[in-house]
């Protein structure tokens, strides 16, 4: 039996409006309907719809401009994520109004490095199974992503079973496992050969790297990720706070 979740309103509410969005083919410079439509059909508060039409703002997905309406926003602008909510990779891209998707997938399984076995709390050669993507936004490449799961969680069938889109969403459904805290770790890098093919960049190009353990609710290591993403399709936001002198 799985645990039940239950999300904040607005953050279903921001979901049913991008379902809305890609439902109905609405393009860059398309409007929304006024809020009464959103407040009608799914019945919630002023309140609950600007909240969620708050967060769809700042990560890109709509402009509101007064005495117009609320305007979906240039697909050419990054992909907007804060990195204080941990998304995965196709709820960043639906976050911009877009359609996620992969390509080139590969699932092997093989014997964890002595790093790898660290992050994921595991002894040296103890087998594990790779996932490498790459992510489309629209049909257009954006990130490259290898994930790695222990195999006495993700069975070698993974391959038959697991078809695309989100990983988390599929480890939560069909693993039953939750997903709760993560850590991590950015850089920016040159991109490989490989990756740059892959993605169809320039050689040398600048990707940002992200690498991320996750761990389920008795805070065990059950996901480690490395996430290559295309410096100018994706923007990283961080919400900070001033330290309190003591």
């Given at each position: 039996?799985?645990?039940?979740?239950?999300?904040?309103?607005?953050?279903?509410?921001?979901?049913?409006?991008?379902?809305?969005?890609?439902?109905?083919?609405?393009?860059?410079?398309?409007?929304?309907?006024?809020?009464?439509?959103?407040?009608?059909?799914?019945?919630?508060?002023?309140?609950?719809?600007?909240?969620?039409?708050r967060?769809?703002?700042?990560?890109?997905?709509?402009?509101?401009?007064?005495?117009?309406?609320?305007?979906?926003?240039?697909?050419?602008?990054?992909?907007?994520?804060?990195?204080?909510?941990?998304e995965?990779?196709?709820?960043?891209?639906?976050?911009k109004?877009?359609?996620?998707?992969?390509?080139?997938?590969?699932?092997?399984?093989?014997?964890?490095?002595?790093?790898?076995?660290?992050?994921?709390?595991?002894?040296?050669?103890?087998?594990?199974?790779?996932?490498?993507?790459?992510?489309?936004?629209?049909?257009?490449?954006?990130?490259?992503?290898?994930?790695?799961?222990?195999?006495?969680?993700?069975?070698?069938?993974?391959?038959?079973?697991?078809?695309?889109?989100?990983?988390?969403?599929?480890?939560?459904?069909?693993?039953?496992?939750?997903?709760?805290?993560?850590?991590?770790?950015?850089?920016p890098?040159?991109?490989?050969?490989?990756?740059?093919?892959?993605?169809?960049?320039?050689?040398?190009?600048?990707?940002?790297?992200?690498?991320?353990?996750?761990?389920?609710?008795?805070?065990?290591?059950?996901l480690?990720?490395?996430?290559?993403?295309?410096?100018?399709?994706?923007?990283?936001?961080?919400?900070?706070?001033?330290?309190?002198?003591?």
């Amino acid at each position: 039996m799985k645990r039940v979740k239950s999300p904040q309103l607005y953050v279903l509410v921001k979901d049913e409006i991008l379902n809305y969005i890609h439902e109905n083919d609405l393009a860059t410079g398309d409007l929304l309907p006024p809020e009464n439509h959103f407040v009608n059909r799914l019945g919630i508060s002023r309140g609950t719809l600007r909240e969620a039409m708050r967060v769809l703002e700042e990560e890109g997905v709509v402009r509101r401009k007064q005495g117009i309406g609320t305007l979906i926003c240039d697909a050419t602008n990054p992909i907007r994520s804060t990195l204080d909510i941990n998304e995965s990779v196709s709820e960043m891209i639906l976050g911009k109004g877009m359609k996620p998707g992969s390509k080139d997938t590969k699932i092997v399984k093989l014997p964890a490095g002595k790093e790898l076995a660290d992050r994921l709390n595991l002894k040296p050669g103890a087998p594990v199974i790779s996932l490498t993507r790459v992510r489309t936004a629209n049909g257009i490449p954006v990130a490259y992503t290898i994930d790695f799961l222990p195999l006495s969680i993700a069975s070698e069938g993974l391959g038959r079973t697991f078809k695309e889109g989100s990983l988390y969403k599929f480890m939560e459904e069909n693993i039953g496992i939750e997903l709760t805290n993560s850590m991590l770790q950015i850089q920016p890098v040159k991109t490989t050969k490989t990756i740059a093919q892959a993605l169809d960049i320039k050689p040398d190009s600048l990707l940002m790297l992200l690498k991320q353990t996750d761990t389920n609710t008795k805070n065990e290591p059950v996901l480690y990720s490395e996430e290559y993403f295309v410096a100018d399709r994706f923007a990283f936001i961080v919400y900070r706070r001033r330290k309190k002198n003591i």
